[in-house]
């Protein structure tokens, strides 16, 4: 069996790529990374090599491309269960706050853009982008009633959960935000994770600049 591949775009700006990668750095997959710079003249005929979607992550296994980031968090849970809370109804709200990150907060994702080297840029947000914000908080606080006790993430240990908001926690401390303190506590933790430190430099290294991506001021 040969080592699987992660085909992803720039670590400075892809949210996308980051969530499948992070969780494949917590679960121990030895696994090698593709890099496809975004927004270039050639990055849909790239990455087409790899997955007729045209789009990153594709994570590939055994010859078998796998897209889409909760597609591959679910595959990658086949095999590594405890990515998802053991209690059900535990297991159910997560998935719930996953697909919605999966499928929401458009205001957040246009008006605030992950930026690795973005830290507490200034920025006007619309109300819908305020709401979105207070939304993802108020399901952070709600984690804390299926907390396992066993760790400080979402649901006590690491989960598909905390890495679908990890790029939230690159966007809340990108720009300078009004923030309930119990969010700050959580990003500051999830800041010091090493894989999340190690990605972000990375990007933060990065010598592309995509303009639509650069957000606030300094």
């Known amino acids: 069996m040969s080592k699987p591949t992660l085909v992803i775009g720039n670590k400075k700006y892809s949210s996308w790529s980051l969530r499948p990668w992070l969780l494949l750095k917590h679960s121990g997959i030895d696994f090698d990374e593709i890099r496809i710079p975004l927004d270039t003249p050639?990055?849909?005929?790239?990455?087409?090599?790899y997955s007729g979607a045209a789009r990153v992550p594709v994570y590939i296994v055994d010859g078998h491309a796998i897209w889409d980031s909760l597609a591959i968090a679910e595959s990658v849970a086949e095999s590594h269960p405890e990515l998802w809370p053991e209690d059900p109804v535990a297991r159910a709200f997560a998935r719930s706050m996953v697909a919605e990150m999966?499928?929401?907060?458009?205001?957040?994702?246009?008006?605030?853009?992950?930026?690795?080297?973005?830290?507490?840029?200034?920025?006007?947000?619309?109300?819908?982008?305020?709401?979105?914000?207070?939304?993802?908080?108020?399901?952070?606080?709600?984690?804390?009633?299926?907390?396992?006790?066993?760790?400080?993430?979402?649901?006590?240990?690491?989960?598909?959960?905390?890495?679908?908001?990890?790029?939230?926690?690159?966007?809340?401390?990108?720009?300078?935000?009004?923030?309930?303190?119990?969010?700050?506590?959580?990003?500051?933790?999830?800041?010091?994770?090493?894989?999340?430190?190690?990605?972000?430099?990375?990007?933060?290294?990065?010598?592309?600049?995509?303009?639509?991506?650069?957000?606030?001021?300094?």
């Open 42 to 49: 050639e990055f849909k005929e790239q990455v087409r090599q």
């Open 102 to 218: 999966h499928s929401g907060f458009t205001a957040l994702r246009s008006e605030l853009p992950m930026n690795c080297a973005a830290h507490g840029r200034q920025i006007e947000i619309s109300a819908a982008a305020l709401s979105d914000i207070q939304r993802i908080e108020t399901l952070w606080q709600q984690c804390a009633a299926y907390h396992d006790g066993q760790g400080s993430w979402l649901f006590g240990r690491f989960s598909i959960a905390d890495a679908f908001y990890a790029p939230v926690v690159v966007r809340f401390q990108g720009y300078n935000l009004p923030l309930h303190k119990a969010t700050r506590a959580y990003c500051d933790m999830a800041l010091q994770d090493a894989h999340l430190r190690n990605w972000m430099a990375d990007g933060e290294a990065e010598s592309e600049v995509l303009d639509i991506e650069e957000a606030g001021t300094v």
